[in-house]
């Protein structure tokens, strides 16, 4: 699996964007998809992820309420659509797959060294 994240930008507080992650490779379809993000000066952190079936989302308590993982496996893409936008949510998003064998689950999705491909980041400003 090859991943290419898009759909960043500037956009104000309170503002919405819709990352794209596009996928290549026959194995989309049963990977766990993650997105993360990483501001200047601070660590990575997880954000939200979705099982390969899409029957199962899971959000980092900064997410809850304003952000929606979904995919579409017929069209290998990921998407994180990103309401009420706010300064602090601006970074670099990446999005990361934990290809099969999976090991990701609802208990573990954060850790990032659990996916084992991530394509490079798009990034996201929020201006106040």
């Known amino acids: 699996v090859q991943l290419q994240a898009s759909g960043g930008g500037l956009v104000q507080a309170g503002g919405s964007l819709r990352l794209s992650c596009a996928a290549s490779?026959?194995?989309?379809?049963?990977?766990?998809m993650g997105w993360f993000r990483q501001a200047p000066g601070k660590e990575r952190e997880s954000v939200a992820a979705?099982?390969?079936?899409?029957?199962?989302?899971y959000y980092a308590d900064s997410a809850k309420g304003r952000f929606t993982i979904s995919r579409d496996n017929a069209k290998n893409t990921v998407y994180l659509q990103m309401n009420s936008l706010k300064p602090e949510d601006t970074a670099v998003y990446y999005c990361?797959?934990?290809?099969?064998?999976?090991?990701?689950?609802?208990?573990?999705?954060?850790?990032?060294?659990?996916?084992?491909?991530w394509g490079k980041g798009t990034l996201v400003t929020v201006s106040s």
């Open positions: 490779g026959r194995t989309f379809s049963s990977s766990v």
């Open positions: 990361a797959a934990d290809t099969p064998p999976t090991r990701v689950y609802g208990t573990n999705w954060y850790l990032a060294y659990l996916y084992n491909v």
């Open positions: 979705i099982h390969w079936s899409g029957g199962g989302t």
